[in-house]
């Protein structure tokens, strides 16, 4: 981490994580089983008005919504991870003194 682009990204996740990760998972957590309350009560119970189609359409958005506001973070740490500090180039080594001028003996 000695670059400090990479300090930034860093920062960048972090906040991005408490500002739209934790609005996300709220947000799922209440659409999730307010969602499924309105599987259930228009699939078993045939009871359909426009509260039920209302509130089972905005619990759909809530949803869709949270899953946005996870991916923002979610998408920032996989670029991160992805995103290698650049290694310098090893130095080519040469021969010094008197080796330099004489031949490798072979291997048995």
């Known amino acids: 981490m000695k670059n400090p682009k990479n300090k930034t990204i860093v920062v960048i996740t972090v906040i991005s994580a408490f500002i739209c990760g934790c609005p996300g998972m709220l947000l799922l957590f ?4 307010n969602l499924i309350d309105g599987i259930i009560q228009i699939a078993f119970i045939g009871k359909v008005s426009n509260t039920v189609s209302i509130n089972f359409l905005l619990n759909i958005g809530l949803v869709c919504l949270s899953g ?16 290698r500090s650049q290694k310098a180039p090893l130095e080519s080594l040469e021969l010094a003194g008197i080796s330099g001028d004489e031949p490798i003996p072979p291997t048995h």
């Open 30 to 33: 209440n659409g999730v089983p």
């Open 68 to 83: 946005v506001l996870l991916l923002i973070p979610l998408g920032l740490m996989i670029y991160l991870w992805t995103q």
